[in-house]
């Protein structure tokens, strides 16, 4: 049997057995060490303090940047959707969805959670602010995707649809405004609700994907179910941005209320729906 260690050295070109075998001994080289070095540095740059720390002034300059990132991002949504309306885009993923089926509506909801961990990730990534708006800006893509089927139903094929969609976007905004509100000026320490909304999420998913398998129907008081837990989830997460996010933080605090947002919005959607 042939040395593989003698020969992944021999054939290595010159200049370069030493890195191999600091690979092979676990020494790291030297240009590795100094780039952790100086992650580790710019991190040490970074007040990770939660702006629950610093002066009123201060704060509220986080809470306003927060709040302009999600508006922010709720028009790149509605820019990428009127886009994906009026190219086709919208019709297609319809059809596609439509054609496919409960299992493939689970394959784009698959796929929106997988994109959704990237882009999250992404967005709280402290040391680099243009990954961070990247994956803010994708977030509004992902929703623009999983939200065409719908769109496409009440803009190309309901009667006033549009109608139905000023509507639940105006009911979205009046609740998350008065959620947002009562976020702020309680006193009370909304750290309980945060198993409600982790075990809530995991159990309606649960339910979405029981509902395609067996072919069952979820009806309008899974909506309603979700709506409500949507709602827990800003007032809890309003409250968690002030509380434990860092002031260099506001874009992926802008994104965590930016899902809630868009989920209440999905939500209230389905019920013009059920209606109709």
Same mark, same amino acid.
């Given at each position: ?32 060490v100094a780039a952790r070095k100086r992650v ?41 959707? @009127? !886009?994906?309306?009026? %190219? ?5 993923? $319809?059809? +596609?969805?439509?054609?496919? &089926? =409960?299992? #493939? ?22 040391l680099n602010p243009q990954r961070q708006y ?6 509004? @893509? !992902?929703?623009?995707? %999983? ?5 496409? $139903?009440? +803009?190309?094929?309901?009667? &006033? =649809?549009? #109608? ?40 309606? %998913? ?7 398998? +067996?072919?069952?129907?979820? &009806? ?43 989920? %209440? ?12």
């Open positions: 049997m042939p040395d593989t260690g003698s020969t992944l050295l021999s054939g290595t070109p010159e200049g370069t057995q030493g890195r191999v075998f600091d690979t092979l001994t676990f020494e790291r080289p030297p240009d590795v580790f540095m710019s991190f040490s740059e970074v007040d990770l303090r939660p702006a629950i720390q610093f002066d009123e002034t201060t704060r509220g300059d986080f809470v306003v940047r927060v709040y302009q990132h999600l508006l922010g991002a709720i028009a790149a949504f509605a820019a990428i959707e @009127a !886009l994906f309306i009026n %190219l086709g885009i919208s019709e297609r993923i $319809y059809n +596609f969805v439509a054609g496919g &089926g =409960g299992l #493939t509506w689970l394959l784009v909801l698959g796929g929106f959670m997988a994109g959704q961990w990237i882009v999250t990730n992404a967005a709280m990534d402290l990247a994956g803010l800006l994708g977030s509004a @893509a !992902l929703y623009a995707v %999983l939200f065409s089927p719908m769109m496409h $139903y009440f +803009f190309e094929i309901a009667d &006033g =649809g549009d #109608t139905s969609v000023m509507a639940a976007a105006l009911i979205t905004a009046v609740g998350f405004s008065g959620l947002t509100l009562v976020a702020f000026v309680t006193r009370k320490d909304l750290s309980f609700l945060r198993p409600i909304v982790m075990y809530g999420f995991v159990a309606a %998913l649960a339910l979405i994907v029981g509902a395609v398998l +067996f072919g069952l129907s979820l &009806g309008i008081w899974f909506s309603v179910a979700m709506i409500a837990l949507s709602g827990v989830a800003i007032l809890y997460q309003t409250q968690t941005i002030i509380r434990e996010f860092p002031v260099v933080a506001h874009v992926g605090a802008a994104l965590a209320l930016f899902s809630s947002v868009m989920t %209440l919005f999905y939500y209230v959607l389905s019920l013009f729906i059920s209606r109709d």
